[in-house]
């Protein structure tokens, strides 16, 4: 997070809670955090479980605008626990959202161009991607009327059917863990015959990959999980080797590639087979992948490519890369 999303977070902490500055040292010494809402309600959440304190404050809006309430001191949206690392989505999204609860299931329903409708993940996760696509926009940089779209990192289905709502042809996604969500939230919105499904981790290997999932950060980077948050759960997922899936699929017009730290194996397979480019979200979380995002960048400049950061916050950023002259490492031409 950056310096003004600093100062915003914590206007918000101290305008939403009677113990803003408690927090901060709570949340510095990761410690339990003792929320106390200025609208009267208080709970507790393990500050290893928040990705921003900034988190706790919207919540605490949740709760006074009665959208959220608090069963056992647990945040819940009927029998559905919310977790407070998708406060701050729900709230920027829920003027023009309705969030459910059906048979312990959550989902949320919104208008985009028509009326769309996803199930989330337990703790409703996975709204912070609909709302940084749905709401932020954050794909807008191509024009994809027409276009056959590679989806690298599906995750619960919004990006692909975004890309259909925008006008994409066809879409190839491809997802390691949450393919079952992705694949009913296809169905729910009806483009399953413009969407096809591949399960699995991309990969510019063979084999499987194990992957680490934490309930508390799903979406997050697996690496991160697996180097920051004490592992997580580790499940094996089969790979789908970048070479032998081109070879079944072909060549594409434009790729989205979100795969939560595998963007530096896979990049130049990818460019290598798409016509005019790609919105990669680049991670670097440590000094070593600071390193490796800038060298690359730097590759794809000197080879001809056009490169826009157009998103950064914090340990991520948003890049779109367009074609120009290239040659591959290693010598192979770009197929125009």
Known sequence: MDLRGMLKGLQILISETRNPFELLRQYRRGETLHV???????????????????????????????IVRLRNGVPVIGDCPVNVNVAVPMREVSRSSRFLCEKGVPFVEFTYKRPLRFRLLKGFMGLQGIHETFFERNYEVFDFRGKRVLDVGGFIGDTAVYFVESGAREVV???????????????????????????????????TTTVHLDENWAGASSEFVGQFRGGGKAISVPNVPTKEFFKEFGTFDVAKVDCEGCEYRVLWDVLENVAEGAVVEFHFWNDEMKSQYSRTLAKLRSGGYSVEVYRRSGSVSLVKITKGRLEVPGGRPVKR
């Open 173 to 207: 996604t491809v997802e390691p863990l949450f393919h079952e969500v992705l694949a009913e939230n296809v169905r729910l919105n009806g483009v399953e015959e413009r969407v096809t499904v591949v399960k699995g981790a991309f990969s510019n290997t063979g084999g």
């Open 36 to 66: 106390r809402c200025r609208g009267g309600f208080e709970f507790e959440v393990e500050s290893r479980d928040v990705y921003f304190v900034s988190s706790v404050s919207a919540l605490c809006g949740l709760l006074r605008d009665g």
